[in-house]
């Protein structure tokens, strides 16, 4: 059985900063891997979708890396602003067809 | 449409109650998951759809739960005799093929409170 975990599971960093958001899976016969974005109160917004072949994929200041064989993602924010403070979740989907999802990493970007 | 769409957003039911959860995927979408989410917690796996096919229900966790896509757009999760322990924010997602390899794009959630 798929386990997704997610380290940290909160950090506050001062406006600016540069920060890495830390994934790692049990299985790695996996599809794709997924990252997300959730305010409060709200659903998931789509960040990244790496697929299974691809190291990683980028979108303005996100960058997120994938290690198939070692179980592993990572998410890179660059130059950190107030409005990136949001849950950051990471989901896999694998052969069962849905995505197993970790808990979370709470972030909080301070002005 | 242009993005999932789920209703109502919040629902608020008596211990006991019968609830009906709407999901409009986006348009031409095969593949549409349901999600529970517990406050402070990732989303978890509850039925997977494929068209019209229900092809993974392992993770609803009673016979109280039961969804549906019988036209192979929209969906609907029925909770019945709902308890304390169902509330939660229930997802929605769709992606485009039947197989793994797209995005997948979720909707804004119902947020049930059984009360």
């Known amino acids: 059985k798929q386990e997704v975990t997610q380290i940290p599971a909160a950090l506050s960093v001062p406006e600016g900063e540069n920060l890495v958001l830390n994934c790692s899976f049990t299985?790695?016969?996996?599809?794709?891997l997924q990252w997300f974005r959730q305010d409060p109160g709200k659903g998931l917004t789509s960040l990244l979708l790496?697929?299974?072949?691809?190291r990683e994929q980028t979108s303005g200041r996100l960058n997120a890396s994938l290690d198939k064989s070692s179980g592993r993602s990572t998410l890179y924010i660059a130059a950190s602003q107030p409005g990136d403070s949001a849950t950051y979740l990471c989901?896999?989907?694998?052969?069962?067809?849905?995505?197993?999802f970790g808990p979370g990493t709470r972030l909080s970007v301070l002005p | 449409g242009a993005g999932v769409s789920q209703s109502p957003r919040y629902k608020v039911a008596k211990r006991g109650q019968d609830v009906a959860l709407r999901c409009d995927p986006i348009?031409?979408?095969?593949?549409l998951f349901w999600y529970q989410q517990a406050l402070g917690q990732g989303p978890e796996f509850l039925t997977y759809?494929?068209?019209?096919?229900?092809?993974?229900k392992s993770g609803l966790p009673s016979d109280r739960f039961f969804a549906e896509r019988p036209e192979g757009s929209v969906s609907t999760l029925k909770i019945q005799r709902t308890q304390q322990e169902d509330s939660a924010v229930y997802l929605c997602?769709?992606?485009?093929?039947?197989?793994?390899?797209?995005?997948?794009?979720f909707g804004q959630g119902t947020r049930l409170t059984v009360v």
């Open positions: 759809f494929q068209n019209e096919a229900q092809l993974d």
């Open positions: 997602a769709s992606n485009l093929q039947g197989r793994g390899g797209t995005e997948a794009f």
């Open positions: 299985d790695s016969a996996i599809y794709n």
């Open positions: 989901a896999v989907r694998s052969g069962g067809q849905n995505f197993v």
């Open positions: 790496i697929q299974s072949s691809q």
């Open positions: 348009s031409g979408h095969v593949s």
